[in-house]
């Protein structure tokens, strides 16, 4: 080979998919009118002579450019192909392994490149290349995302940060995970680049007439990882409420104690000082939260009268370091007068420095009244000696919380197959006392083999409703008969529908119809209430429906259950003034 000042190191891009003649040596050949660029493989003993300060490593890199690793790579991809017994065509499944390999090798190629002289080759048509010098920028992209409107159609654009200097991702020549500008290359991330094949695949442009569908097959997808300007392109949704409060706590370092409170504004979270509004995306729907300030000062007012330090801490949240929070039984005390107040505390069972309980939780519990819908349950939950109040209990499952502060300071573990068996039955049962809960007889309704539900839930239930659930089951069974009177024969469909809401009625459930339009939903509801109608005569329905199917569930019952319209009574605007207030 040449002398090194005649040789450089030759990039085509577009090769990458080839997966061969990425990179190249190229050395410059004299002759007496010509100079001719002379193509090499990259070899370990070119390398050498070439570029004898790169280290090792990075020499091993430069050679895993070479023809005989370029037919490895296939070779390795095809075999771990086979190993996954396909799922996805070849085609896609080698597409994909090989531009993660190639990225990984220009991750390692990046930390280097700019040591070496570089140019690079542009295939312009089948005649035409161009070979100019280019460089290799160990400045990483950032990427963002902005939707524009271009008339009546929305457009997203991916927007490049270098530096902090904003560039259009149209401004480079995008090679996959390569961008070029101004013969300087830069490396996308990993991420940043299946984000950007994604985008191509899925193409957004088809839904550009339809903001929400925009918004939710596409934005939600990305804002999960960048940042996405709207441009007030989208209608937002206010909630304007009285929040709920809650605390999560957390730790710092180790060492420190954090309770940061936050706001719950009808399912929306906020924290951090106050401002007049936040915004929040969920499932690609915009919503602007107006923030209650009153209240939430109020709330943080109540907070820094906990601790003579918290009054000093203005970061939005208050800390104490353990040793400060364990004085004088502060934390426990401090915990149990915020679940009297109904704050929920969440965040508890990630606390790294309070020691957990060596008890297992021991639960008991019995059926003391069976009466109409309702059961009481006698229900004690216990860590050794300490005996678990049912109302802070509650309080703690509500919160979505898998652990309870025990009086000596440690933290009793609800294990999932504790919550699996009585969770529910905690969270909405009604407490009456310090063991004791009252809970509709629904809630016994569990196929769960357990031994506690087989002993105490499972025969509330007959057997005889178990027997008919199975029946219900089967395609071609019968379970209850249509009533004579409704006009109307049901297609198998509707009796199954039918039968469900009958069957759990049985049992003191409720059911849900969710079938798609025009299938029927109201006269299997009419079936039902004429069934049980006939069973309970003397008891009164309310058909709760939007104003404007009023009339409709009024000709429907005319239409299949004639004898019952002279008990039906259909509000006017009139009547139901003051007695019925909007959601």
């Not at 996805?88 to 090798?105: M, S, T, V, W």
């Not at 800390?319 to 915990?335: E, I, T």
Request: aromatic share 12%; charged share 20%; proline share 4%.
């Amino acid at each position: 080979m040449a002398q090194k000042k005649h040789v450089s190191l030759l990039l085509m891009p577009q090769q990458l998919m080839a997966n061969k003649g990425i990179l190249q040596l190229q050395e410059l050949v004299k002759s007496t009118n010509t100079i001719t660029p002379v193509l090499h493989d990259i070899t370990y003993h070119e390398i050498n002579q070439v570029y004898p300060e790169l280290t090792k490593t990075d020499k091993s890199t430069l050679v895993f450019f070479n023809e005989l690793h370029a037919e490895r790579r296939e070779s390795a991809i095809k075999s771990r192909y086979k190993i996954t017994k396909g799922g996805k065509a070849y085609d896609q499944f080698y597409r994909q392994a090989l531009l993660n390999e190639l990225h990984q090798l220009f991750e390692q190629f990046k930390s280097f490149a700019f040591l070496l002289k570089m140019q690079h080759k542009i295939i312009l048509n089948k005649k035409a290349a161009k070979t100019l010098p280019c460089t290799f920028s160990t400045v990483k992209p950032v990427l963002s995302f902005e939707v524009v409107s271009e008339g009546k159609d929305l457009q997203v654009n991916a927007i490049i940060s270098l530096n902090r200097n904003l560039y259009q991702l149209q401004q480079f020549n995008r090679y996959h995970f390569l961008l070029e500008y101004g013969n300087e290359y830069y490396l996308l991330a990993h991420k940043d680049f299946m984000t950007l094949e994604w985008l191509d695949q899925v193409n957004p442009a088809q839904y550009s007439r339809n903001p929400e569908a925009l918004a939710v097959n596409i934005l939600t997808r990305l804002e999960e990882n960048y940042s996405v300007e709207r441009n007030n392109l989208f209608q937002q949704d206010c909630i304007e409420s009285i929040p709920g409060n809650r605390i999560l706590l957390s730790e710092i370092s180790g060492s420190f104690l954090v309770l940061t409170p936050q706001w719950d504004y009808e399912g929306f979270l906020v924290d951090g000082p106050w401002k007049p509004e936040q915004e929040i995306i969920r499932n690609g729907k915009g919503y602007t939260i107006r923030r209650n300030r009153e209240l939430e000062e109020a709330f943080t007012g109540q907070l820094k009268a906990l601790h003579p330090n918290f009054a000093k801490q203005l970061n939005g949240y208050y800390y104490l370091s353990f040793a400060d929070a364990q004085k004088k039984q502060w934390f426990l005390k401090v915990y149990h007068q915020l679940l009297e107040l109904n704050i929920p505390m969440i965040g508890m069972d990630m606390l790294q420095h309070f020691r957990y309980s060596a008890h297992k939780p021991v639960t008991e519990f019995s059926v003391l009244q069976d009466k109409g819908n309702r059961l009481t349950i006698s229900f004690e939950l216990k860590f050794g000696t300490e005996q678990v109040g049912l109302a802070d209990l509650q309080k703690c499952l509500l919160a979505g919380q898998k652990a309870i502060l025990l009086k000596d300071g440690s933290l009793g573990i609800l294990s999932a197959e504790w919550q699996e068996q009585y969770g529910m039955l905690v969270k909405h049962g009604h407490i009456s006392g310090k063991k004791e809960m009252t809970i509709a007889r629904w809630m016994t309704l569990t196929e769960s083999d357990t031994p506690a539900n087989e002993v105490v839930l499972k025969p509330i239930i007959k057997e005889e409703w178990w027997q008919k659930w199975q029946q219900w089951q089967l395609p071609d069974t019968i379970l209850y008969k249509a009533p004579e009177k409704v006009q109307a024969v049901l297609r198998p469909y509707q009796q199954k529908g039918f039968e469900w809401m009958a069957l759990l009625a049985e049992a003191g459930a409720g059911a849900c119809l969710a079938d798609d339009m025009g299938l029927g939903k109201t006269l299997q509801t009419i079936c039902f209430l004429s069934h049980y109608h006939e069973q309970y005569p003397d008891l009164k329905h309310m058909i709760i429906c939007p104003s404007s199917l009023l009339y409709n569930w009024q000709q429907e019952f005319e239409k299949f259950a004639p004898h019952s319209v002279q008990n039906i009574q259909v509000p006017t605007a009139s009547t139901a003034k003051g007695r019925f207030r909007k959601p």
